[in-house]
């Protein structure tokens, strides 16, 4: 009977021994980087879409109101503000990623650190935050972008590709549903 056959065990080797660890050392490395590069994708997406949020929904310390579009160049939209409470604005301006036709209103939130006599962008008008669904979706876009671009990484370098799959299909579906809504 040769040796390995029914029961019998064959000693491997003390190089073999260390090569099979060092692999597998290797491989847990490996799953464990892929584990923070996937969260740290995640978590910057949580991160930046809460500032945005936070605006979008908060009812304290922001003027809300309706700003009409008068006219928008690619990434911004102004118009005039009407707030709630009155005291209207001449011009604010909102970062729009879709055109919007001259005359559609527009819920958005003047926030404290975003108005001033300067403006933003030095064209002496306020800066706007869209306000509602379609400004709480718009503002969840990185942790959508977070989701698409970490897909990759869990399915590919965590070998869970099921769950890579529903994340990058969630994130895809964020985005659809968020530019919809704007």
Do not use: H, N
């Not at 309706?66 to 970062?95: I, K, L, N």
Request: proline fraction near 5%; charged fraction near 15%.
């Amino acid at each position: 009977m040769s040796p390995g056959f029914l029961g019998t065990s064959v000693r491997r080797g003390r190089v073999r021994r260390a090569g099979e660890s060092a692999y597998g050392l290797l491989l847990l490395a490996r799953a464990a980087l892929m584990g923070v590069v996937a969260a740290v994708l995640l978590i910057a997406g949580v991160w930046v879409s809460l500032d945005g949020t936070r605006q979008a929904v908060a009812e304290r310390g922001a003027v809300r109101g309706t700003m009409t579009v008068a006219e928008c160049d690619g990434w911004t939209c102004t118009g005039p503000f009407a707030p709630e409470g009155g005291g209207a604005r001449a011009e604010v301006a909102v970062e729009a990623p879709v055109s919007y036709e001259a005359g559609e209103r527009l819920p958005v939130a003047l926030w404290p650190g975003r108005e001033g006599s300067d403006g933003p962008d030095g064209s002496g008008r306020a800066e706007a935050v869209r306000t509602g669904t379609a400004g709480v979706l718009y503002a969840w876009l990185p942790l959508a972008g977070a989701l698409v671009l970490a897909s990759p990484v869990v399915g590919g370098g965590l070998g869970m590709r099921r769950t890579a799959w529903g994340a990058g299909l969630l994130g895809v579906a964020l985005m659809g549903v968020a530019f919809a809504l704007l």
